[in-house]
């Protein structure tokens, strides 16, 4: 889907750094990374889901680093420039292309998402180098799981500030920034093209 692109986009010009992507299957974003020239090391929990990327990069002849971890348990080599967190979530966002979603999913689902979200946004964070950048990212529609994850993380997190998106880091899109300056797509966006998945990302610098 093409908000599903748009958190890659956030991190800018990669060409040459050391991208830390998390929760990478099923491999789009690892594939536009290392498209862009990036040096990716993707991790994934499942094994299946993990070779579903490792078929995706051979299939379109690019190159990443793929590991199989729980990103909550595996520390890297060096802190990293450029870190992206695709979180787990609800998926509300989908509901275009998935119109049973509020019949199938329940606050509890909302608190379970959230809580191992909150986990891995804690864990990407302790990757970020002095100066670097973490774009954190939902495909949902729900506050719990978007920007109040954000507003508990950095009252929790004085390191980190809110890096400001502007339209100009979304093909001129001022739909699709927030008022508080993050992303926000929703499914009726693009409506004259068959819609767009419901989509939130916030950018944290960490301090130098």
């Keep these: 889907d093409a908000a599903a692109t748009l958190p890659v986009h ?17 491999g789009g974003k690892t ?47 060096a802190r990293t420039p450029f870190v992206l967190l695709d979180a787990p979530c609800t998926a509300t966002g989908t509901i275009r292309r998935h119109p049973d979603l509020p019949w199938i999913k329940s606050a509890s689902d909302v608190t379970a998402c959230m809580q191992t979200a909150y986990e891995l946004l804690e864990a990407g964070a302790a990757m970020v180098a002095p100066g670097g950048l973490l774009v954190f990212a939902v495909c949902s529609l729900e506050r719990e799981e978007g920007i109040e994850q954000i507003e508990n993380f950095l009252r929790a997190h004085g390191e980190f500030s809110r890096e400001k998106i502007v339209a100009a880091d979304l093909f001129g899109q001022t739909q699709w920034v927030s008022a508080e300056g993050d992303l926000r797509t929703l499914p009726c966006h693009l409506g004259d093209k068959g819609g767009m998945d419901g989509f939130y990302a916030a950018k944290l610098r960490r301090a130098l």
């Design 10 to 26: 956030l991190l800018a010009d990669v060409r040459g750094q050391r991208v830390i992507e998390l929760c990478a299957a099923p």
């Design 31 to 77: 594939m536009q990374l290392a498209a862009a020239g990036a040096n990716v090391t993707a991790l994934e929990l499942e094994a299946r889901r993990l070779a579903l990327i490792e078929e995706n990069l051979t299939r379109i002849k690019l190159s990443a680093d793929v590991i199989a971890a729980d990103a909550r348990d595996w520390t890297p080599d």
